[in-house]
């Protein structure tokens, strides 16, 4: 058992985002990230940051756009599919949450697939299932980049998901499935998560419940996923946590990744190894002129 058991997601990033730069610096051509809000979103703010930074590292253009709070839902898509036949827009990420009037999904579908860099399109969560997970949505990607980080061989895998969330937990675990994993999903519904995450080398949790995973949920020795984002008030004031109990889990998993600092920033990373994808993909369907 390795004496250090975090997994550095920071790490992670910066070996994904350098081979992004990688690719960009020898390119002349270099269409642009639109990132659109829709009002006043301050809780948007730290991915929109985030999002800024991982792009500049990446060498990819970032444009922001504030769309007013009261645009209808047949003006979004409207731009929308103006920025789909935009050859200097490499791809549109839709920042949420958008205002309550707006049909979010109808809008993730408005993106054309090349050019869905998060990977919420249904074409591209469906691509899933045929394991072309290339363009798949990226806290998803993140999360099983993570486990790969671990060294362990995937084939084989014995992996419980703990939730079953349409943008995370069930993309998640089919991306697990085309790695050769054996994958059980667990939920609200399933009658003892306990029983099922005790067998599993691998243990991925995104539920939003903080500190839902303890010791007793955990096999010794297994490599444990922390997705959940969860504020807490604390005695020092507010705190953010995982959906595991850290401190306590590390003591007995052989790997885990922490919160912050596991796969919030190496979701940031795989949006920009998506743009990278894109950029090739639409190169190969000649929308963008190779360079």
């Known amino acids: 058992m ?6 550095d997601g920071v790490a ?3 070996r994904i985002i350098g081979g ?5 610096s020898v390119r002349a051509d270099r269409p642009r990230l639109v990132s659109i809000l829709g009002g006043d979103t301050p809780e948007a703010d730290v991915y ?5 930074r991982g792009a500049e590292q990446a060498g990819i253009p970032f444009e922001q756009l504030n769309w007013p709070a009261d645009i209808s839902q047949a003006e979004c898509k409207q731009r929308i599919l103006e920025m789909n036949d935009d050859p200097t827009v490499l791809g549109v990420i839709l920042q949420r949450p958008l205002p309550a009037h707006i049909n979010v999904r109808s809008l993730q579908s408005a993106i054309h697939p090349l050019k ?3 990977g919420m399109n249904p074409a591209s969560i469906g691509n899933i299932v045929y394991s072309d ?3 798949a949505p990226c806290t998803a990607a993140a999360s099983v980049e993570l486990v790969k980080e671990t ?3 995937l084939e084989g895998l014995e992996v419980v998901m703990i939730g079953h969330s349409e943008i995370v937990g069930k993309p998640a675990a089919m991306m697990l499935m085309a790695e050769g994993c054996t994958v059980t999903v667990c939920h609200h519904m399933t009658r003892s998560v306990a029983m099922h995450s005790r067998r599993a080398d691998v243990v991925v949790v995104a539920v939003g419940k903080a500190h839902m995973v303890g010791t007793d949920m955990v096999k010794p020795g297994a490599a444990v996923n922390d997705i959940g984002i969860n504020q807490i008030e604390t005695d020092e004031g507010p705190k953010i946590v995982g959906d595991v109990d850290t401190d306590a889990v590390k003591e007995v998993a052989s790997w885990i990744s922490p919160v912050p600092g596991g796969v919030g920033p190496v979701t940031v990373a795989i949006l920009m190894r998506n743009a990278m994808v894109a950029h090739q993909r639409q190169s190969a369907a000649g929308w963008i002129p190779a360079s």
Do not use: H
């Not at 390795?2 to 997994?7: C, P, T």
């Not at 992004?20 to 960009?24: K, L």
């Not at 929109?48 to 800024?52: A, E, P, S």
């Open 2 to 7: 390795k004496e250090n058991r975090l997994i």
């Open 12 to 14: 992670v990033k910066k």
């Open 20 to 24: 992004v730069r990688a690719y960009t």
């Open 48 to 52: 929109v940051r985030n999002q800024v």
């Open 116 to 118: 869905d860099v998060e």
């Open 133 to 135: 997970v290339a363009l």
């Open 151 to 153: 060294g362990l061989k």
